[in-house]
């Protein structure tokens, strides 16, 4: 069975720039949350999508959104970079939420 | 509103030593808590999870943790800790229903295990 897939894997854009980052759950996972990781803030929170639709959503600015298509796919997007952007974007998956979600390996974004 | 803390931001064990790593939590609603291991340059693996079913829950790797709702504690155990362990281990929180999936995390705990 395959893991949640996060494409790509590093990242290096400039500030102003805009970046989207894309996830693919395990085939059956209808749930999907976003991750912010810095060495400062530690784990936070981004949103969670549940069959297409936002469900939770996290203290981030209105820079940072996403979104989830019918095949439970999802994407966020990060507009207007900011060097504090800068951080290690983690996905996760779950089959209904709630009961543990499963990681990707990340994308690693350095903002410069 | 849930938080966690995680007492000891770096624990140091010998090979061999009991691995004790302990986590606080505060929740508004009967909690889901959770144990996850990040190694260097990788994603979170899921160790275990308490879901209000038995309070003693047996993870992976010779792990387990005791849910004590008095004390709102949920410590990480290992009877004998082996080099391969050496990693940063994260204490969640999330609540039950829909609107309450997020998992909230603390601050970590980095375990280092000595030869």
């Known amino acids: 069975k395959a893991g949640v897939t996060q494409t790509p894997r590093y990242l290096i854009k400039t500030r102003g720039q805009q970046v989207t980052l894309s996830c693919s759950p395990i085939?059956?996972?209808?749930?999907v949350s976003w991750y912010q990781q810095t060495p400062g803030q530690g784990l936070q929170f981004l949103f969670e999508?549940?069959?297409?639709?936002?469900?939770n959503k996290g203290n981030f600015p209105g820079r940072f959104s996403g979104r989830q298509f019918s095949n439970s796919r999802s994407e966020m997007n990060v507009s207007t970079l900011e060097l504090g952007d800068s951080a290690l974007y983690l996905c996760?998956?779950?089959?209904?939420?709630?009961?543990?979600?499963?990681f990707g390996s990340g994308t690693r974004l350095t903002v410069v | 509103a849930q938080s966690v803390t995680q007492l000891g931001s770096h624990v140091s064990v010998s090979e061999g030593a009991l691995v004790l790593l302990r986590c606080n939590y505060s929740?508004?609603?009967?909690?889901?808590l959770f144990w996850y291991v990040q190694y260097p340059n990788q994603g979170l693996q899921l160790l275990l999870k308490?879901?209000?079913?038995?309070?003693l829950v047996k993870g992976i790797n010779g792990f387990e943790a005791e849910f004590k709702k008095s004390e709102t504690s949920f410590h990480l155990t290992k009877p004998s800790a082996h080099m391969s362990d050496a990693a940063e281990y994260f204490c969640?929180?999330?609540?039950?229903?829909?609107?309450?999936?997020?998992?909230?995390f603390g601050k970590g705990t980095l375990l280092t295990v000595n030869p």
């Open positions: 996760a998956s779950s089959p209904h939420g709630g009961n543990g979600y499963t």
């Open positions: 085939s059956g996972h209808r749930s």
């Open positions: 999508y549940f069959s297409e639709t936002q469900r």
């Open positions: 929740s508004s609603v009967p909690p889901y």
């Open positions: 308490y879901t209000s079913a038995a309070t």
């Open positions: 969640a929180v999330s609540g039950s229903g829909g609107s309450n999936y997020k998992l909230t």
